[in-house]
């Protein structure tokens, strides 16, 4: 994997493509992350993977594990995109690379799960992604526009925004 240089950082600072897998029964019009096909920065793969993922240098947005730090800015972020039921399933595959955690931060995404699966904390993965760039000081520009509910994710999480 090529590494990329965020649009607009000018420090040089250089980190792998983020990767999001995403469920082969996930719904791509329903999906929040379909906006960011086609960005240079974002790879897509379809899960089940084909040949499993062996990239040095991820870590893997997860529920439980160490907080994303800065620590982590040069470290690629492979992002696992499924309902929740989905999701854990996937993990499986992807046990071997480092999970990390995001520090709470209140969702916008309506949940209506019908079998009870949503986590408390638990984001919708454009959120997850956004609230991962923000912390590692990456470029955040557009990467809420597609999504519906980009206002009032902002509102409720404006503090969060104004630490930096």
């Keep these: 994997m090529q590494k990329n240089d965020p649009a607009g950082a000018g420090h040089g600072l250089t980190f792998p493509p983020t990767v999001i897998v995403v469920?082969?029964?996930?719904?791509?019009?329903?999906?929040s992350v379909e906006p960011l096909r086609g960005r240079p920065s974002f790879d897509f793969l379809t899960y089940p993977l084909k040949q499993p993922f062996h990239e040095p240098n991820y870590v893997r947005l997860a529920m439980d594990?160490?907080?994303?730090?800065?620590?982590?800015?040069?470290?690629?972020?492979l992002v696992l995109d499924a309902t929740w039921r989905l999701a854990a399933k996937m993990e499986k595959q992807f046990c071997?690379?480092?999970?990390?955690?995001?520090?709470?931060?209140?969702?916008a995404y309506p949940r209506v799960s019908k079998f009870n699966y949503?986590?408390?904390?638990?984001?919708?993965t454009i959120e997850a992604i956004f609230i991962a760039y923000h912390l590692l000081g990456r470029e955040?520009?557009?990467?809420?526009?597609?999504?519906?509910?980009?206002?009032?994710?902002?509102?409720?999480n404006a503090t969060h925004l104004n630490m930096t």
């Design 23 to 31: 469920h082969n029964k996930e719904h791509r019009a329903k999906c």
């Design 65 to 77: 594990g160490p907080l994303l730090s800065h620590a982590d800015r040069q470290q690629g972020l």
């Design 96 to 107: 071997h690379i480092e999970p990390r955690s995001l520090p709470p931060w209140e969702t």
């Design 118 to 124: 949503d986590p408390n904390g638990g984001l919708a």
């Design 140 to 156: 955040t520009d557009g990467l809420l526009d597609s999504y519906y509910w980009r206002d009032l994710f902002i509102e409720r």
